[in-house]
Each structure stands twice: as structure tokens, then as C-alpha cells.
């Protein structure tokens, strides 16, 4: 399968600095990127779709000018969270859609663990 | 909304059981249907997909079955061993669209 890396897979953070997260496909391009968050025993939370290109699409109560999303090339895109709190500590997963796949099979990057203390 | 309502919320199988996961949802309009599985702290992986067309596919020990009058799809795992203890999640999406999840079944297996 295709493989989406995501740097750093955990980070550690003080109140109110920001923290950017990269989510890259390895050996596909992905003109569609997905960002999810998870928290513990819980399902995946979409939070936006980033298309490469244009701006994201953000779901209903996600805040898009605390979690900024970029999709500059076909390999990378970058969630930034804002003035972090304490309350954004989670795990925060990208997938990429792989479009050479006849389905367009979404493959997860392994997560990164966000600490806000 | 739930759009995939995901059962059991756990399981529990015996070595070389078989493990059966239920999932069903709602929209007409999906027709991609994949099963994830996750350890813990890592990213899903993809298992196993499968569209409207067919009504299972199989690969190795895990299957999938799917039944497009019912709107119902699951995932059975044979000869479970100690190693698929995980949590294992169905969605659904619409060709390209984000993936709509289940809320997932933690799965053990006992030696």
C-alpha cells in the first residue's frame, strides 16, 4: 500500500505557541489530503479536507483560524494549531487519497501526538 | 450524525475463532466501504475494501461481507489470533469524499 509519513509524531508544547504538523505521501501524489482528530477510545473526527492548490474545507465547529491548513505541492500538506490550549492536546492524523488507485484509497500517516501543557 | 453505526463496541474471541464486526449506514450514496484496523498509538491501516458491486471479497483471513439491499457490510476474521487484538473500524465514503467513520470495536484475542 501507499505510504503518508507525519512529522513529528509527538510534540510538546507550552500555552499559547503554535506547533506545525507535516503530512507527506511518500510515493504517490495526492491532490486530496484529510486531517482527523482522535482522542483517546474514541473514533476519527474529520476536521478538514485540503485539496492541493486551494484553500481546505473545514467542518462544522472546526475553527479555521486556529487550525491553519496547507497544501502547497502534491506531497505535503501542513496543519499548524494556533495559541494552542491544553484543550487541542490529541492525536492528529492525515490521510491521503491516492487517485492511481481505481477507489481512491485513503492511507493514513501514523499520527502525532500533541501535548499542550 | 452518525452516518455508520458500528457494532459490536467490543469483542472478545478465543485463538482460531472467528471475529465478526457489523456495520451499517444510511447513505444510498456511498459506495466505498473499508475496514481499518489501529494499535494503539499508531495510525489506521488500511485492511480491506470493498464497493457496492460485489457482495464479499476476500483476502488472506479477513473478509468482507456486504449486503447492498440491507445496507450492511462486515468484516469476519478467521482463525483470529493474539496479534489482530486491536481496534478495528468500517466507514464509508462517497467516490472521493472524506471517510465516514464508525466508532470503532476494540477486538481481543485471548491465547
Known amino acids: 500500500g501507499a505510504v503518508v509519513s507525519q512529522h513529528p509524531s509527538r510534540v510538546i508544547c507550552k500555552s499559547g505557541t503554535s506547533v506545525k504538523i507535516e503530512c507527506r505521501s511518500l510515493d504517490f501524489q495526492a491532490t486530496t489530503m484529510f486531517w482527523y482528530r482522535q482522542f483517546p477510545k474514541k473514533s476519527l473526527m474529520l476536521m478538514a479536507t485540503s485539496n492541493e492548490g486551494s484553500k481546505a474545507t473545514y467542518e462544522q465547529g472546526v475553527e479555521k483560524d486556529k487550525f491553519l491548513i496547507n497544501h502547497a505541492s502534491l506531497t505535503l500538506s501542513t496543519l499548524t494549531v494556533t495559541s494552542a490550549h491544553p484543550e487541542d492536546s490529541s492525536f492528529y492524523i492525515c490521510s491521503a487519497r491516492d487517485p492511481g488507485q481505481g477507489a481512491g484509497e485513503q492511507y493514513f500517516g501514523p499520527g502525532t501526538r500533541l501535548t499542550v501543557t | 450524525q452518525q452516518q455508520v453505526k458500528q457494532s459490536p463496541q467490543s469483542l472478545i474471541v478465543q485463538k482460531g475463532g472467528i471475529s465478526i464486526i457489523n456495520c451499517a449506514y444510511e447513505n444510498t450514496a456511498f459506495d466505498y466501504f473499508p475496514w481499518y484496523q489501529q494499535f494503539p498509538g499508531k495510525g489506521p491501516a488500511l485492511l480491506i475494501a470493498?464497493?457496492?458491486?460485489?457482495s464479499e471479497k476476500k483476502e488472506g483471513r479477513f473478509t468482507i461481507s456486504f449486503n447492498k439491499s440491507a445496507k450492511q457490510f462486515s468484516l469476519h476474521i478467521m482463525d483470529s489470533q493474539p496479534g489482530d487484538s486491536a481496534t478495528y473500524f468500517c466507514a464509508a465514503s462517497s467516490s472521493g469524499y472524506a471517510l465516514n467513520f464508525g466508532k470503532g470495536t476494540s477486538l481481543l484475542v485471548t491465547p
Open positions: 470493498i464497493r457496492p458491486d460485489v
